[in-house]
């Protein structure tokens, strides 16, 4: 598709595939460090072979949907939506620094926002973040609520272990305990997305008297994990040996938790804020979201 933007330029939005991955990832990296730059925070997708690394990943993985937007043939941003589960997680969105400010996120959003409605998508979700005012004022324009400020933390946990709790890794086996636990928490079922973890051995589960009362399909944005209570979260994530990336992602408002984390031994790094559109059930539980939802 062929779209007018802002200056009169033409911008073409086309399906990405694996033979994007190089110019992506450098996009990718690009904006973010220009991002984060001009507000001196760290750069999120930490560096430029991570972010090739991750823009590669996105485009084989299934269940992925990405776009690129062209102008004379070259590709100047993309973006991905995450439709593995009930609800879609969109995330990465970025345009090249010299491209920005002229519509291609805005374009770039907004088809994957009706590709989703064109689905039936019950609803969609994303990870903004939060010192990046103009991509808070863009989805909010486009129909966005904040529903959780979320804080991101990084550094190695210390404390007592709970007894009463045992972490070990998830196995196939746990994924009808898994879905309960996850069902419970959001009111719908990541299996997708947890059962690409256990393949690849990121995914661990915690237990109390034997029963699974919580999991982690990892330690680090690209993860997700929820747990009927604070302390069950709290072990899976002293089970970690470092969180990957930026950090986790913890919900704000769960005082407790974030309280327990900066006072064991956590930083604060920076915030962002869990948005939606369409359905959002409210957690009912303790949960970390990975970086799309």
């Not at 996105?58 to 941003?77: F, P, T």
């Not at 345009?95 to 994957?112: C, D, E, I």
């Not at 009362?213 to 680090?220: D, E, K, L």
């Not at 327990?260 to 956590?266: A, K, R, T, Y």
Request: glycine fraction near 12%; include cysteine.
């Amino acid at each position: 598709m062929t779209t007018q933007l802002e200056h009169d330029v033409h911008t073409t939005l086309r399906i990405a595939t694996p033979g994007d991955a190089d110019v992506c990832g450098q996009i990718f990296y690009d904006a973010f460090a220009a991002i984060a730059a001009a507000h001196n925070f760290p750069v999120e997708p930490g560096s430029p072979e991570f972010a090739h690394y991750k823009a590669g990943d996105l485009l084989e993985s299934a269940g992925i949907h990405g776009l690129v937007a062209e102008r004379d043939g070259m590709i100047v941003g993309s973006a991905f939506v995450d439709e593995r589960s009930t609800i879609a997680g969109i995330g990465p969105v970025t345009v090249a620094p010299g491209a920005q400010n002229s519509g291609v996120g805005t374009a770039l959003m907004r088809s994957l926002m009706e590709r989703e409605v064109d689905r039936g998508c019950a609803g969609t979700r994303l990870v903004q973040t939060a010192y990046h005012s103009r991509s808070l004022a863009l989805y909010t324009m486009l129909g966005f609520t904040v529903r959780e400020p979320l804080s991101v933390l990084q550094g190695t946990l210390g404390g007592p272990r709970i007894g009463e709790l045992t972490v070990r890794p998830a196995r196939v086996q746990d994924s009808d305990a898994c879905a309960d636990v996850c069902l419970a928490i959001h009111g719908h079922d990541r299996a997708a997305e947890r059962a690409a973890a256990i393949d690849v051995g990121t995914a661990s589960v915690v237990e109390r008297g034997g029963q699974i009362v919580g999991y982690a399909t990892g330690f680090g944005y690209g993860w997700h994990a929820v747990a009927e209570d604070n302390a069950a979260l709290i072990a899976l994530l002293q089970s970690a040996g470092a969180f990957m990336g930026l950090g986790i992602l913890v919900p704000s408002r769960n005082g407790e938790l974030l309280r327990w984390c900066l006072q064991h031994g956590m930083r604060l790094v920076q915030q962002a804020n869990l948005m939606s559109v369409g359905l959002y059930n409210e957690p009912a539980g303790a949960w970390l979201p990975s970086i799309v939802y």
